[in-house]
């Protein structure tokens, strides 16, 4: 059966060449400064990305020492009520992040998934209690949130997650549901592109006791109608991201921005960019955000596997730290862990 969207043009993602990834290495700056990776995956997709390749990227020189796993729809269960085979996916992930603990420690190995993020259909409104409740148990004590993407535009499709319902953040259900996170003590981590921005706003309004996370700066397109329109998309992005700083109860996710549907074409180059070419792409992006929001409502991602396409686990974080070179001590510490670990309760 043909779903809405299916005729529409697929944004790819860019995945690099193993060669490309290979010179994609720097000495890490500021090396001892600690970080809390507050966004990751494990997954099939993006070239594939397992324990093994995490922690090799964790050990590339900065003092990662925890990580917050995101939910992407990996390792579901096959069979069972269709509302609880979400639960698969945090069942999979403690089962790595316990057997990374039960091996012999590596010096300056993080924290595996100390908090997870997990997904919960909120369209099931008050029935949803059931699958927090289950995912909660899943868990073994590292839930901390909830994300339902809500990421949707008429022109294109794009990710590996189910094309969201038009819309779903001001749905009736889906706030029924969203109601039950306050109860069950987690956060919401939102997943949108810029246009939809107001929906988020929206619903960080309704609900100003739920931490709400907002993912990857809020999706500012660069493909569909932004291709090669940056200036536009800016336009329509920061009002509504003032509009966000306005709402206490939301904090920003500084990353993301090798998810192809920015519209940065790094991994299709000959050559890898270096830390110093990726901050200043990024630049219009996250400093705007540092300054309204302050740096105790931002907190630095990795968003890897999925930000191999922008450059190696290192450079990226190379490039979060000459983004936040004119920041204080103290703004440093919040913004790469300080702000994860009290919004995560790590």
């Given at each position: ?117 997990a ?26 949130g909830?994300?339902?993407?809500g ?39 939102a ?11 929206d ?9 709400l ?28 991201m ?35 070419q ?33 450059a ?14 004119g920041a ?15 919004v995560?309760?790590?």
């Open positions: 059966m043909a779903s809405e969207g299916d005729n529409l043009p697929v944004v790819p993602h860019v995945q690099p060449t193993p060669a490309w990834l290979a010179a994609s290495h720097e000495a890490a700056l500021d090396p001892a400064l600690p970080i809390v990776d507050a966004h990751h995956h494990f997954s099939e997709h993006w070239g594939g990305y397992g324990l093994h390749d995490l922690l090799r990227d964790t050990a590339s020189g900065h003092a990662v020492q925890a990580t917050v796993y995101v939910q992407c729809g990996w390792r579901q269960r096959s069979d069972g009520p269709l509302r609880l085979r979400c639960v698969g996916e945090t069942e999979a992930v403690v089962a790595l992040a316990e057997a990374a603990e039960a091996t012999e420690p590596t010096p300056g190995a993080p924290r595996v998934a100390a908090g997870i993020v997904h919960a259909d909120l369209r099931l409104g008050d029935a949803v209690d059931e699958v927090l409740a289950a995912q909660a148990q899943a868990s073994r004590g590292r839930l901390r909830i994300r339902n993407s990421a949707w535009h008429a022109a294109f499709r794009h990710g590996v997650l189910a094309r969201p319902m038009q819309g779903l953040y001001a749905d009736a259900a889906f706030r029924r549901g969203y109601a039950r996170l306050r109860h069950h003590g987690l956060s919401f981590d997943w949108v592109y810029h246009p939809q921005l107001a929906q988020v706003v619903l960080a309004q309704a609900f100003p006791d739920t931490v996370v907002l993912d990857h700066v809020g999706g500012v397109l660069g493909v569909g109608p932004y291709r090669d329109r940056q200036g536009a998309a800016l336009a329509e992005w920061w009002p509504q003032q509009r966000l700083a306005r709402c206490p109860n939301v904090v920003v996710k500084l990353g993301g921005l090798g998810t192809s549907v920015f519209g940065f074409d790094f991994a299709a180059r000959p050559q890898p960019p270096s830390s110093q990726l901050a200043d792409a990024w630049r219009p992006l996250i400093e705007p955000v540092i300054d309204r929001f302050g740096a105790e409502r931002c907190l630095f991602e990795s968003n890897f596997p999925v930000d191999r396409g922008a190696g686990y290192g450079v990226v974080w190379n490039a979060f730290k000459r983004l936040a070179a204080s001590a103290h703004e440093r510490a919040q913004l790469f862990h300080g702000t994860a670990t009290r995560y309760r790590l």
